[in-house]
């Protein structure tokens, strides 16, 4: 039985998605660690007996860790067989697949047309995943590296190792805040910390770790200052990054005159579906409620 389960085991240990949450975690308590230890503003707040602020900073750290799990672990909106079943079962019009629309398109996905039973006139195209075997809803796409469509798939996040679609959107860009905001504090301070030294050597012995700190922040702080600017437009605006890049090779949206944005209601009703609508959204519906003129094909 050991020689079964070892290989397996061994798999999961060294798979792509744990060295790189563990990666995370470790720079994340490496560099708080390194601020409670070194004698850093924060270290002197704590054992001064001024407890206040270095908890509410352990308190931001930690939130920051329970959300990069949330979104590593729940499901990002995997499109599931029921959900095909009831798309069918409603008479979802037209569905096509668009061999160019999809940049990890291979030979399997090809021109397919599965007609309505119920005679409705095609006026939203939809496609037929040639990797499932399933009906794409709108707004869905395959993801070849977790081998499922997405729900509003919005890209898939090499830092998670998970896809970030409908159903964990929401608490990637809470992360994206979070994350930035404990960043820019950090960054001041280690920038707090540094010592004066009247040799080079001296201040590289000193200072040797704030510099390597500092660099790592910094990285990491233009990445996620630069991702939370970008998906907080496309938010208030109710597009993915992938309708945002690829608009002129999707089916849905290709058609569109210009920046027409058939998703986008308003700021204030973007931002409301997006954070408080918990469930999944019926796209479909909402392209075909559309007045005719604007839709992209009829």
């Not at 939130?63 to 499901?75: E, F, G, N």
């Not at 959900?83 to 990890?104: F, L, M, T, W, Y």
């Not at 309708?243 to 998703?263: A, C, Q, V, W």
């Amino acid at each position: 039985m050991a020689a079964v389960w070892k290989k397996p085991c061994w798999r999961l240990v060294f798979s792509t998605a744990v060295l790189v949450r563990s990666f995370h975690v470790c720079i994340t308590t490496g560099v708080v660690s390194m601020l409670f230890f070194k004698d850093t503003a924060l270290r002197q707040q704590w054992l001064s007996g001024e407890y206040l602020v270095p908890c509410i900073y352990l308190a931001l750290v930690f939130l920051s860790l329970v959300l990069y799990a949330a979104v590593c672990s729940m499901d990002p909106g995997f499109v599931s067989l029921t959900d095909n079943r009831n798309a069918i079962r409603k008479g979802r019009p037209c569905v096509e697949s668009d061999s160019e629309e999809d940049d990890s398109a291979s030979a399997t996905e090809t021109s397919v047309m599965i007609e309505s039973d119920i005679g409705i006139k095609p006026r939203v195209k939809l496609r037929n995943c040639g990797f499932c075997g399933i009906q794409q809803p709108i707004r869905a796409k395959h993801c070849e590296l977790c081998g499922f469509c997405i729900h509003r798939f919005d890209h898939h996040c090499p830092w998670f190792e998970t896809c970030i679609g409908e159903r964990n959107h929401r608490f990637f860009w809470i992360f994206l805040l979070v994350e930035t905001s404990l960043v820019g504090w950090t960054v001041h301070l280690v920038w707090t910390a540094f010592v004066y030294e009247a040799s080079w050597s001296s201040w590289m012995v000193s200072n040797g770790l704030y510099m390597v700190a500092m660099f790592v922040l910094v990285l990491g702080g233009t990445a996620t200052f630069l991702l939370v600017a970008s998906h907080t437009y496309l938010i208030g605006i109710n597009l993915t990054t992938w309708e945002f890049m690829s608009r002129h090779r999707i089916t849905y949206l290709k058609d569109y005159h210009g920046d027409e944005n058939p998703f986008d209601e308003g700021l204030l009703k973007n931002l409301w579906k997006f954070f408080l609508h918990l469930r999944l959204k019926d796209w479909e519906m909402h392209l075909m409620n559309r007045p005719a003129k604007t839709l992209g094909r009829a």
